[in-house]
């Protein structure tokens, strides 16, 4: 029987499937550089959403992030897992990204102050993108940035490394903070001068 509508072509059949393959790393890649959306992950996250594009989670509700491992852009191999006990910033870049590069000096000034004063925080790059990493390497170099970041070309980390549900990393920049139990604390979705990032570190720095 016609229903007056021809059924599609298997070339055709095939290419609808394909964006749904890709669409973790296709909505992150529309986000990329975007103005600071507030909304969090799926399911019931139990966060409190502060103004600005800032989330922060509750000691009791926190979840423990996935595997974030692989090799930095000087070629060394980091492990995120390795750095509990202390309060780990995670920064999610490109070197493409305007509003990455405005917070950039930023980062890299909170992350020497920080690291003067003894105090108990380690600053991490998720760099995002970048199929180049020779660009990577002369972003950090140009603004200063003296802690490593993981080489993420492809963005899997970004999207595997943290559980459905958590303060994910949603576009670039974002910037996702674990507490001493490697724990999923705070989130921004937009860049951060020195003040908003320490609004995010500082309470997280206190913690006992």
Known sequence: MN?????????NRRRAVLPAVAAPVALLTLAACGGGATSGGGGDTNFVTNTGGMQTVASADREPVNKIAGETLDGKRLDVADLRGKVVVLNVWGSWCGPCRAEAPYFAKVAKE????GQDIVFVGLNARDANKGNAIAFEKDYGVTYPSIYDPAGRLIVNGFPKGSLNPQAIPSTIVLDRDGKIAARSLKALDDKKLRELIDPLIAEK
Do not use: W
């Open 3 to 11: 229903f007056g509508r021809a059924l599609p072509s298997r070339s």
């Open 114 to 117: 920080t690291e003067a004063k």
